[in-house]
């Protein structure tokens, strides 16, 4: 079993910034690709960010140069460090991870947390 703890979310004004963390827990052996996404209302989810087991990092276009993704194999641990945001970013963040464990490759979601940008 896994366990997926999502934080960082909030209200924050335009043009600032939020840190997004998300955590696996619990048995397996390790994570390929680890991403986020997000879902603003009335809208279908979107990939956001992805980083892979080997560091190799895509993002939307929409966030490129803003937004920066990271990962800490050894805390299975993913960021999204969110900057100059802007009011269209504003949805819910779900963060994903490709989990192996022996033979199975699993996929994990986490929560969501909310983020909203406004004045």
């Known amino acids: 079993q896994v366990h997926i703890e999502e934080s960082g979310g909030g209200l924050v004004k335009p043009g600032g910034s939020l840190r997004l963390s998300c955590t696996a827990s619990?048995?397996?052996?390790?994570?390929?690709?680890m991403d986020w996404y997000r879902q603003a209302p009335g809208e279908r989810r979107e990939l956001v960010a992805r980083?892979?087991?080997?560091?190799?990092?895509r993002y939307a276009d929409s966030v490129k140069g803003r937004f920066t993704i990271s990962r800490d194999n050894a805390k299975n641990t993913m960021y999204l460090q969110m900057n100059s945001l802007k009011p269209e970013d504003t949805a819910i963040y779900y963060c994903?991870?490709?989990?192996?464990?022996?033979?199975?490759?699993?996929?994990?979601w986490g929560q969501g947390t909310q983020v909203t940008v406004s004045s």
């Open positions: 619990g048995s397996f052996n390790t994570i390929y690709d």
């Open positions: 994903y991870f490709q989990v192996v464990d022996g033979r199975n490759i699993n996929d994990w």
């Open positions: 980083i892979m087991n080997s560091g190799t990092m």
